[in-house]
């Protein structure tokens, strides 16, 4: 018990240098951002130089060690970005690339004058607190997905990404209601992703309004033909998702 409590895996190291560079939460932030890279590079060199140096983070590992929340991770992305440090996937906010080495050289800088225009360079705006909160919110959303076939799981992830543009209501509960309804309804990877298709072009965050125009304009098409639905007994008749 005691050597749990004293193993230094239960500790993060924080550069004093860090702190006054970029403050107390994003010093904690980047210590363990650092420890997971040191990771990746030791284990999966070949697979960050087949992906430009890009690597998934698990937002939920950090605010495990950090107890920062997402949006609070995005915020501090933010900031590395303007320092260009880090650099976010267009598409994946939890796919990023870290320049180690220019965040090294930033902390040996003993230049005040240097270190102010960080400072002043790595200020957020208010776009950039409001894009950080809503890709929280895409990211907590899509971490309810429990679908493994590539091509539904984008599938599902470009479908929350149109209801949040659309403004549509959107829950965890949501998602997974609607994720268990389709599941219930086809086995086929083709229907699920072209009902997913339907309701991300129409903006449906209800299923069965999609279910529906898959079944009035696709079902019987040549595509389909031969694809089994289970349109019984799966549903769930107390929600529209």
Known sequence: MW?????SYEYIQVSIKAINLVGRDA??????????????????????????????????YITK???????????????????????????????????ANKFCAMLVD?????IRDYQKKAKLKQSDK???KKNSVAINLKAVITETDPEVLEAFKTWIDAMLEAKKPLTRAAVEIYQRNLDNYTDN????????EIATSLAYHEFAWARDQYEKNYRGSGAFIGAKQRKSGGIDPNSGF
């Open 3 to 7: 050597l749990d409590i004293i193993s």
């Open 27 to 60: 010093a904690i932030y980047c210590a363990e951002l650092m420890n997971v890279y040191s990771h990746v590079v030791r284990k999966k060199m070949e697979e960050l130089l087949d992906s430009e140096g890009f690597f998934t983070l698990d937002r939920s």
């Open 65 to 99: 060690r950090t107890a920062l929340s997402v949006e609070e991770q995005l915020q501090i992305d933010a900031g590395l970005a303007k320092l260009e440090i880090l650099v976010e996937d267009a598409s994946d906010p939890n796919r990023i690339r870290i320049d």
């Open 110 to 114: 003993d230049d005040i004058n240097v």
């Open 130 to 132: 409001s894009n950080a």
């Open 189 to 196: 990877k083709d229907v699920k992703v072209k009902i997913l």
